[in-house]
């Protein structure tokens, strides 16, 4: 049981099939969950393990978006849990254990970084994308700063502000540019911006596990497949250079007693 851990679910009514679909793979962590909604756009779903709150209103976009994550942020440090596992609706990680990696340092934001432009130049402008993970010290600075946000002037409505109106803009705003608080790639995560839900699964075949944009039980089948394949290969692998096994040409595989 990963009692430490808290696995947040950040979704409104919309992605309540999404939700359910992904049920499993937010459970499977053994680590409580709890699902944090818009009150004008509630998702209740009863299952072992799950809580449910509410807070803000709902949206994909504008300055009320971003006051939602703020209560929401606070909802989930109410809990007493010192890890947090932030996703969208959207966002998962495909294996029951999560990297151990994650809990190496207490100061960072892991998630996955991607750069507007598309490109890796130094003129990239990175953004911070789910799903998050991150020490209870690191949320608890962004909930303590989320006011900054009302510091900026509105945009104009046809303008995203450089992105901060949306959460993932928000999320990059006051950790980089506020906060500087350090920040690193998912080393084994893929999403499907900008390069199309292809590439995801190209990435699930060379081990990644740490996804966002995942839109349909569809799309998770070949990610999980994807990654299954790339667990057996590895298997064979290690089998390959294992001195206790025996490969025969054109004949089935003995394996040593020892074993």
Sequence with gaps: MNEDTLVVVHCYEGDRDLVHTLMHYYTHHEAPVLLLSPSDSPVVIAHDGVECE???KKGWKGRHTLRRQAAHWKLALQRPQNWFFLNDADSLCLTPELPEYLY????KIWCNVLCHEGEHLESDRPNLNPPYFMHRSVLQVLSDNARLLEQRPEPPKDDLGFGVEAIDGFYTYLAINELSIPYEN?????TTWPRGFDSVIEAARRGARMFHGVKNGTQLSFLQYGYNG???ENALR???SDPRYEFIHDGPVTVSEEI
């Design 230 to 232: 790339w667990l057996i």
């Design 104 to 107: 190496s340092d207490p100061f």
């Design 238 to 240: 290690k089998q390959a």
């Design 186 to 190: 998912f080393p084994d995560g893929a």
């Design 54 to 56: 509410s807070a803000g």
